[in-house]
């Protein structure tokens, strides 16, 4: 069907050609159609390929493992997936690993004291200590808010007082002339559509 103005200055209907239309031209449309929930509207990735370590028994930023997304849309969800390689100095060592939206903690325990509130860990048992132990994060977040948001890990040594050291992407006994593997560890994060 033709575009036919109806009359007024605005009062046109009708359906534009799908071939007619190139993308370049829908830089007005600021919302989805309804009914379209659940759709991955934008993904945002940080890989880290160096390594970290933390001893003390309080949580710290792990170096370079966060990343920023702006929702479309305040009741949008945020899909996080985080992807961890952990080592330990010694063969009874945890590391505990907390994931934060901005300064906020979320996806953690609560049925324990606030030292050990976390969302993953290493184990507490690494049964060799030149070896890896995989973690991985997957939380549904309800950010609430249309601002640039910030997701980011922490990292703690789980063990009051001991002299352990965690590692991100790394073991104890890391070195070429081991021939062990470079690891590498990922942040991602998915708009998802209300």
Known sequence: ???????????????????????????????????????????????????????????ADITGMSVSITPASSSNKVYVICDLRLGCSATSGAGMIKLLRDSTNIYVGTDTGSNRIACAWGTNDFSAIDTNHPAVICCLDSPATTSSTTYKLQMSNQRPGSQETIYLNRDSGYSDDQQLPALCSSITVMEISA
């Not at 830089?27 to 659940?38: K, M, Q, S, Y």
Request: no cysteine; glycine share 14%; aromatic share 4%.
């Open 1 to 59: 069907m033709a575009i036919t103005r109806l009359g007024g200055a605005n009062a046109i209907t009708g359906t534009i050609p799908q071939g007619n239309i190139a993308n370049a031209s829908l830089g007005a449309v600021t919302a989805l159609p309804t009914g379209l929930g659940g759709k991955v509207l934008q993904v945002k990735q940080t890989v880290k390929t160096d390594t970290f370590s933390r001893s003390a028994n309080s949580f």
